[in-house]
Structures are given as C-alpha cells and as structure tokens.
C-alpha cells in the first residue's frame, strides 16, 4: 500500500548545524509531496512541498527535492536555528480523484540547543 | 493563516460519556478532515467530507461518527468514549477549489482525555 517512511527522532542538534531528515515513500502513480512542521502546543503548518519529479520545494531555509528514482524527498536546511525546533512530517497526496487524502509519516521531533 | 477554530480546546470526560467536537471553517473550503496523533503514529485520518452531507471514513474511524450540515462546521462525535480514545484531534480543510491543490491547512488542534 501507500505509505510515507521517515527517520525517527528526536534530532538532537546544536545551533548552525546542517540537518537532514530522511523521507522516503511508497506508493502507485504520481503523488504530491510535502513536508509540514508543528511547533509545540499548535497544528500543523505547511512547509514546503513538490508536485512532480526533480521539483525541489523551499521554504524559510529548507529545501527538499523529488526524487524519483529513489522514491524520497529529504528535507535538508544549511544551518539550524533554535526556533526550528518542532516535530517535522513528511506526507503525499494526489493518489486519490476524490477528497485529496494525505498521508503521513510518522513525524521527527528535532531539538536545537544554542 | 487559513481560518479554522475548533472548539472545546481541552475536555476531560468519563468513560462512556459522549463527546462531540466541533471544527468551523472561514474559508468555505469544500474539503473538511478529522484526524487524531497519537504519540508513535502520526497522524491518522478518522473520517472526512467532501460536502455538507457527504462524509467517509478514514483508516481509523471505529468508534466515531460525523455530520456536516453546512459548509463550515464538521463535527466528530464519540457516542461513547473509551480511554484509548484519548489523544489530540486536529481538524483540516483542503481547497479551494476541490482537491486539485492537495494541501491541508490545519486547526489548532483539541486535547480530549478520556478517564
């Protein structure tokens, strides 16, 4: 079936440092892929996403690209800042002609110390 | 920000009391969702709408039922709660214009614990 597998956390990191969240995916077809971010006591917020292969969705810093090939979209970002501490989801959609369903993967909680 | 509420915020309720959640929606996207995330799963769809009076389940709808009797409200019903129905229940739409843009914007989430 369709589904989103991405690394467990917590991503623990200090300040400036490079992140990488892995994001991988199965499914039929040609979905949308997006990543959402949560920060603490609120919903989710879209980040970025990508809607055909070799896009490359940015956003506030982050980059992920649609690959294809390895059938994965990481989501990468050059230097962290402490206020980038949240839990990370990676998702698709477009599999479906009615009702836009999404699915995600289970979330990445990264923590950035100063 | 898209414009979504949900309403109570908190709840703390008994075991098989009822319980009903309520989501409303500014934006008269047609698309509306429920979705519980449980600590380990993500989120997991329970049921959604793709129009006033047109409701479906989702991955994990047991125990739960909808209604949407206009554009802007979604409600989700425990006929009568159970502990493992305890978790944060976030609303979302999706427009909007249909399904075409597949994104979800999300509410600020409601805290239910079921004791």
């Known amino acids: 079936g369709n589904s989103v597998t991405q690394m467990e956390g917590p991503v623990t990191l200090s300040e400036e440092a490079f992140l990488t969240i892995n994001c991988t995916y199965t499914?039929?077809?040609?979905?949308?892929l997006f990543w959402y971010v949560q920060y603490p006591g609120e919903g989710l917020q879209l980040l970025l996403k990508?809607?055909?292969?070799?896009d490359k969705g940015s956003n506030k810093g982050f980059e992920a690209t649609y690959r294809k090939e390895t059938t994965s979209f990481h989501l990468e970002k050059g230097s962290v800042q402490v206020s980038d501490s949240a839990v990370y989801f990676c998702?698709?959609?477009?599999?479906?002609?009615?009702?836009?369903?999404?699915?995600f993967g289970s979330g990445t909680r990264l923590s950035i110390r100063p | 920000d898209a414009g979504i509420t949900q309403s109570p915020r908190h709840k703390v309720t008994e075991t098989g009391t009822p319980v009903t959640l309520r989501c409303h929606q500014t934006?008269?996207?047609?698309?509306m969702y429920w979705y519980r995330q449980d600590p380990g799963h993500g989120l997991r769809l329970i049921h959604y709408?793709?129009?006033?009076?047109?409701?479906d389940k989702g991955e994990v709808s047991d125990g739960y039922s909808v209604s949407r009797s206009k554009t802007e409200d979604f409600l989700l019903t425990l006929e009568s709660a159970t502990s493992s129905q305890t978790s944060v229940y976030f609303c979302?739409?999706?427009?909007?214009?249909?399904?075409?843009?597949?994104?979800?914007?999300f509410g600020p989430g409601t805290r239910l614990t079921v004791t």
């Open positions: 998702a698709l959609s477009g599999l479906y002609s009615s009702a836009s369903k999404i699915i």
């Open positions: 709408s793709y129009g006033v009076k047109d409701t």
């Open positions: 499914a039929t077809g040609y979905p949308s």
């Open positions: 990508a809607t055909k292969a070799d």
């Open positions: 934006e008269n996207h047609r698309y």
């Open positions: 979302a739409i999706s427009g909007p214009k249909g399904p075409n843009s597949y994104e979800q914007y």
